[in-house]
């Protein structure tokens, strides 16, 4: 267990200047949008289109879609070093978008260090009994189905993990990623910049 939660230190280095950006693509749709309960199933896929925000010029070893964000961007160093820590993370191509507001902002035309898309490409289900996830809705025309979004107080079961440094929780969807101890350690080890961890819950038997 996290002794010390890390949400502090999370804060603080948000406050500490490093570039974030916004996600302005790029959007493909699976299918039509339904017109029974509205759902447009839609999701991301490469290139990710990054737009710098007002922020500072400075490019951290990851960035953020945001001052919290989930999605993320890295130097090839961290890609190297995920790949060859055997994380479960793909790395696609990304492409930068002209800045609304060019103030504090990453320069364009982008010159800075070549950046690809970090996404984790494992999923494990929790524990939705004890982690407090319920099924939402479900829509009987297209067939999507939400449920209470966690990030914290999460409880997965030992024979549902099956060693990933990295994973998204399915009832999640798309968002959020998290690793266990031994990625977090592996992670701060290296020693790269502009992450931090906060404690999620705990892997059980
Ligand atoms: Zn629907």
Not at 35 to 41: K, L, Q
């Given at each position: 267990m996290y002794e010390n939660p890390t949400t502090e230190r999370l804060a603080a280095m948000k406050t500490v200047a490093y570039a974030h950006f916004s996600v302005v693509g790029t959007w493909a749709y699976r299918?039509?949008?339904?017109?029974?309960?509205?759902?447009?199933?839609q999701e991301i896929v490469p290139p990710l289109l990054v737009q710098w925000e007002p922020s500072t010029h400075v490019i951290g070893d990851f960035s953020w879609d945001g001052p919290f964000g989930d999605k993320f961007v890295v130097k090839n160093h961290v890609s190297d070093a995920l790949n060859a820590m055997q994380f479960e993370c793909g790395f696609l191509p990304v492409e930068y978008v002209e800045p609304e507001r060019k103030r504090n902002t990453v320069p364009f035309p982008y010159e800075g260090p070549h950046l690809l898309w970090g996404q984790c490409s494992a999923i494990v289900d929790l524990d939705m009994e004890a982690s407090g996830v319920e099924l939402l809705s479900s829509c009987s025309a297209c067939g999507d189905v939400r449920y209470t979004f966690r990030k914290d107080g999460i409880t997965i079961r030992n024979r549902k993990w099956n060693g990933q440094k990295m994973f998204r929780i399915s009832t999640n969807g798309p968002a959020l990623t998290f690793v266990p101890e031994d990625g977090r350690r592996m992670i701060e080890e290296a020693g790269f910049s502009n992450i931090a961890f906060s404690e999620a819950g705990e892997i059980v038997n």
């Open positions: 299918r039509e949008p339904c017109n029974v309960c509205g759902y447009y199933w």
